[in-house]
């Protein structure tokens, strides 16, 4: 029952995420191509509506269901790790169309072809696991 | 009715999908839709080979839960609250994609040109989408986070390293789609 609720902010995720067509490989395309605003929107519109929602938190008006204060985790300090990493993730997002969410998502609306994205997507995980402490960060 | 079943507008999503951050924040987890690659190489005994993969999985279940539920959401989405309505896309993009051999541009959510049974049966359809999802699952954990770990989480809580990492997504995403798309169709 305590994961029932995962379930259903994951279905709700999804359906936001078919039906603003984030997960269409062609508004991707056009975003990274300057030709619409529609995912500039979607992302600008998504970061003012968290950065609201983390300043109200932060005065203290709304508590976590545990009743601890709500916090978002610091990520560590660093350059090349998010230059490098960033723009090899970069490359995949528009060469699939689809990040680690969507691949999900689409694969639920039947993009069946998904799974072989998702296992090299895996994979790489894996990879970077493995050549983790020869790669600079 | 019609206007659950025609896309959403941008001012729409952006706004639910802050919601889901802010519910994920609420059950006290972060929202980043990557870490559950990490927890199957977990899984699938990827601890053997790499320290990075040892960790206690079984706290992150509800990570994997949120994915089935992804799953769902897309399958709910596309059977019940669609129209079946074209993207509208902007006119360049269309033209521009139809010369490139794409037929029918925001007709479906991904082209069947990479993703129809005859790309995946092809060895070049088959290596394409296998090396994105490697550049995806391997980027992704290089930099720490996703589009919802860093582009939406990170950046709601100003977070510089976030900031860089979106640059980071940018610069790829760029590269990718107006010098080496262009070579691949």
Redesign the interface.
Known sequence: MK?L?????????????????????????????F?????Y???????????L??QI?KRGY?K???G?D??????????I?????????????????????P?????????I??L???????????????L?DK?PH | MEF?LN????????????????????????FG??S???T??TI?G?GK??N??KFKWRDQ???L??????????????HY??NNSI?N??P??IS??QDMGFKN??AT???NE????E??TSIEG?V?????????????????????G?????????????L???????????????F??PLIF
């Open positions: 994961y609720k995962f379930l259903l902010v994951g279905i709700f995720f999804g359906v936001v995420l078919v039906k603003s067509e984030a997960v269409s490989w062609y508004r991707i395309y056009e975003m990274f191509r030709q619409s605003f529609h995912m929107g979607i992302i600008g519109s998504a970061v003012i509506s968290g950065i929602f983390l938190t709304i976590s269901i545990a601890a709500i916090f978002v985790p610091k990520k560590e300090n660093g350059l790790r998010y230059i490098l990493g960033g723009s090899i993730f970069g490359l995949g997002w528009a060469l699939i169309g689809a990040c680690p969410g691949m999900y998502i689409l694969l639920g609306t039947g993009v072809s998904m072989i994205v998702i296992s090299a997507a895996i994979l790489g995980t894996f990879i970077y696991g493995v983790r790669l | 659950i896309p959403w507008p941008w001012y729409v999503s952006g706004p639910l999908i802050a919601l889901v951050m802010a519910l994920l924040l609420y059950f006290g987890k972060t839709m990557s559950n690659l990490r199957m190489c699938a990827a080979a790499s990075f993969f279940i509800w990570n839960i949120l994915v089935v539920g992804a799953v769902i959401g897309g399958f709910i989405a596309t609250l669609s993207s896309l902007n360049e993009t521009e994609l541009p925001g959510l991904v082209p990479m993703y129809g049974w790309a995946i088959l394409l989408l296998i090396v994105g999802g490697l550049l995806v699952g391997f980027g992704t954990r290089y930099a720490a986070g996703c589009t919802s860093h582009a939406i989480t990170g950046l709601s809580s100003l977070q510089k390293p976030s860089i990492a979106v640059i980071g997504f940018f610069i790829g995403g760029l590269v990718m789609t107006n080496i798309l």
